[in-house]
């Protein structure tokens, strides 16, 4: 099957959600007594429209890393000797340290049932969800967890030992032990931005209710919704792709990553790909001219034997 039967699910769920909240927000902002208008509507809009970008681009990030393998001869074949690259992603945790960050926010709310005033005043501060104590201990937990989920799912001993199995390296860098802190140091460096960034967007919806959007609307410019959708629509588009690929397709769309349409049209353009009315038009000019078809070694049908023949 296509897709993540319960991820689509959650990602149904959450698109249903968002026409009300469209129209609360238009209401908000078009009914009687209205807050900013027709402009400020439009600048939540494009403001959105960035944010999903962003988003997108946080998912799909990754750092290639070259990795060289040794040629091979096995009988007449020879394997091995291409350069391939290693897709390190710099969001490798995805949702998870949001998930965790919020998990843990719900410890210091406890706190409000104690008769002290200091634990009180510590519950209060991190009851306000648009308050500062709230949003910057939960941008911190952010930032810790994706460390440590990445930490959890990423092993760069394993990837070594892979590449030392199957004759590959990284150029510059000794297999082995080398390779190991090499993978580790780009990990722990492109973790670093991607972390800060997946804190950005899970505090994205606490700035948006504090400039005036509704609470419903807000929560589509940040947090988990905001990457579910993403990461569920960017998943299934990819699987789409794969299997119209693996049955000849050009792929799902005339733009984007794989361009196979494009490329079509440009080498018919140039003249040097031809459909298969122009190899038959060619044939009849050389079978007109005397010339037999040229085909090396291949097998020719004679009567009810075959019989190998060399053409030129």
Known sequence: GIGNGISLIIMIGIIARLPFAFWSEL???????????????????????LVFCATIALVQATRKVPVQYAKR??????????????????????????IFAQAIMFIPMMFTRFNSDIASSIGIAFSDYTGFWYNFTFGILVVAFTYFYT??????????EDMKKN???IP???????????????????????????????ILPAFA?????????????????????????????????????????????????LKGRSGMQQRMHNGS??????????????DSQGKQPACIENSCRVGKAYKARDYY
């Not at 908000?28 to 208008?37: E, F, H, I, T, Y």
């Not at 001869?73 to 949001?98: E, F, T, W």
């Not at 082995?176 to 804190?199: C, N, Q, W």
């Open 273 to 286: 790909f031809k459909t298969n009315d122009q190899l038959k038009n060619g044939r009849r000019n050389r």
């Open 27 to 49: 209401q908000s902002r078009l009914g009687a007594n209205a807050v900013g208008g027709i402009i400020m509507l439009v600048v939540e809009l494009v403001f959105m429209f």
């Open 73 to 98: 001869i096995v009988g007449n074949k020879q394997y091995g000797g291409v350069r391939q690259y290693i897709p390190l992603k710099i969001n490798a945790a995805g949702v998870m340290p949001i």
């Open 209 to 257: 209710m504090k400039i005036g959007i509704s609470n419903q609307f807000a929560h589509f410019f940040g947090g988990t919704s905001l990457l579910i959708l993403v990461g569920v629509i960017l998943d299934t588009l990819q699987q789409i792709e794969s299997h119209l690929l693996l049955r000849h397709y050009d792929g799902l769309m005339k733009t984007g990553r």
């Open 151 to 160: 930490a959890i799912t990423v092993n760069p001993l394993m990837m070594a």
């Open 172 to 202: 510059g860098v000794k297999p082995g032990k080398k390779t190991v802190e090499y993978l580790d140091t780009i990990m722990s460096r492109i973790t670093l931005p991607g972390s800060i960034f997946l804190a950005l967007i899970a």
């Open 167 to 169: 004759g590959g390296f």
